[in-house]
């Protein structure tokens, strides 16, 4: 298993470029260098809704994704409030909150803002420092020029 990132347009189907695929190790690896750069940011993990926040109980579903007559307003309120939670941020946010790279089975979404500043903080240190992580670490470069094509169009970042 691993990390799958997706740059979201509505017409990135045929482009390979707007995807990052990374293991697990790797993603870990981006985050150390990540944090050592100040690209990360540590705000609260915002609240994941419950089924049963909604009335819903597992009794309640049919198959994945349906839910018996009658209910189906809360399967809709449910999915709602796990979008919003997903596209949670800060209005002024620091970095990419490192929840949102610690695990892809949430689907978290990397607004275009939490993009920018993690790449102001990297552009703000010593253009020597950026070249020997550029040189240094696997797979940084490529990193870099997937979060810089999504900053450029004001994208977001899908994570699976």
């Known amino acids: 298993m691993g990390f799958q990132l997706n740059i979201e347009t509505a017409d990135n189907d045929d482009d390979d470029t707007c995807w990052h ?18 690209m990360l940011a540590d705000p609260p993990v915002p609240h994941w809704p419950s089924i049963t926040e909604f009335g819903l109980t597992r009794a309640d579903f049919t ?16 999915r709602a409030a796990v979008d919003a939670a997903r596209a949670d941020a800060d209005p002024h946010p620091l970095g990419i909150p490192r929840h949102k790279l610690a695990s892809q089975l949430e689907q978290w979404l990397i607004v275009p803002g939490e993009v920018t500043a993690a790449l102001t903080a990297y552009d703000a240190r010593a253009a020597a420092e950026r070249a020997d992580a550029e040189r240094t670490y696997p797979g940084w470069s490529s990193w870099l020029r997937f979060l810089r094509s999504a900053a450029a169009g004001d994208h977001s970042i899908r994570v699976y």
Request: glycine share 14%.
């Open 21 to 38: 695929l990374s293991s697990n190790l790797g993603m870990a690896s981006l985050c150390g260098i990540m944090r050592t750069f100040g």
């Open 63 to 78: 198959a994945p994704g349906e839910v018996v007559p009658g209910k189906e307003d809360r399967l809709a309120a449910v």
